[in-house]
């Protein structure tokens, strides 16, 4: 049986792809018609506690949450809810892996990533992870120039290739510095996970000291990580990621920061309804 936070994300997703509010009531019965004879957790119970689940949402994240929940119902409250980050990590989060390529896991979420994390900490963002190219970075060395652009004490690239095509491990730059742009600044590295089994190997898999690894000289900056992941984070999961060093950022985090995704991201939740309408809640 799904928790009550994973239960709550699919009702949100079928609220949205079906157009239709969902009550105690309405989710009673679809409890009632999923869960096994021997189940101890009583079906009414459970939708009003799933209910609940919504109104807390909704206080949390304000206008960044696409739904509106009076304490009986739930249901879009958003003219364009696709637009929303909210949505978009719902997606990632539930919808089967076979529906999610690479583009919605690098190129989308780590872009939402970097808004979110730009607004937190403030200064200037930069997506590093793999795959990197684009056309205003036609090759690694243009990256890595974009960077040294940031922290120009870095004095420059004593590499212009990425190990093994890909990256240094890292998604996510963010760089804030005083007016005079002399250091010391402020430096954040970030990376992000969306697989819900394998998140936990994520977030220190290399040292930061690859990456730095790639210029001239040492930043001499205020440096700290931090890790992002589309779905919610528990306290246990919290804690394993947590130092003085580093910074979490799950669902909500994410969604306070940059409520509004990406167009291409917006484009795939679209195509995405008949899916949602198929995911199980038990």
């Not at 109104?55 to 929940?69: D, T, W």
């Not at 990590?89 to 583009?103: F, Y």
């Not at 205003?136 to 974009?146: G, N, T």
Request: glycine share 6%; proline share 5%; charged share 25%.
């Amino acid at each position: 049986m799904k928790n009550i936070e994973d239960i709550a994300d699919i009702v949100e997703l079928q609220t949205w792809a079906s157009g239709k509010p969902a009550s105690v009531s309405s989710i009673k019965d679809e409890l009632e018609a999923v869960l096994d004879n021997d189940s101890e957790q009583d079906p009414e119970d459970l939708a009003q506690n799933i209910i609940d689940e919504f109104v807390a949402r909704q206080r949390l994240l304000g206008e960044a949450y696409p739904f509106a929940c009076d304490g009986n119902k739930l249901d879009v409250d958003h003219q364009a809810p696709q637009n929303t980050t909210y949505l978009f990590c719902l997606a990632l989060s539930h919808l089967p892996a076979s529906e999610i390529e690479n583009e919605q896991r690098a190129q989308q979420f780590e872009t939402i990533v970097k808004d979110a994390a730009t607004k937190f900490f403030g200064g200037v963002g930069l997506r590093i992870g793999a795959p990197w190219r684009t056309n205003e970075i036609p090759s690694y060395a243009d990256l890595l120039d974009k960077v040294i652009d940031l922290i120009p004490n870095l004095g420059g690239r004593l590499t212009d290739t990425a190990p093994g095509g890909g990256d240094a491990g890292w998604d996510v730059i963010i760089v804030k510095s005083f007016k005079d742009e002399l250091y010391p600044r402020f430096i954040a590295l970030g990376n992000c996970a969306t697989g819900r089994h394998d998140w936990k190997r994520k977030g220190m898999e290399v040292q930061p000291t690859l990456w730095w690894s790639f210029f001239r000289h040492d930043h001499r900056s205020v440096h700290i990580v931090f890790f992002a992941v589309p779905f919610l984070m528990d306290e246990d999961a919290r804690l394993r990621k947590l130092s003085s060093t580093s910074l979490t950022f799950d669902r909500f985090r994410i969604c306070e920061f940059a409520p509004n995704s990406v167009a291409d991201a917006a484009a795939w939740v679209t195509e995405q309804r008949a899916n949602a309408m198929n995911l199980a809640l038990a």
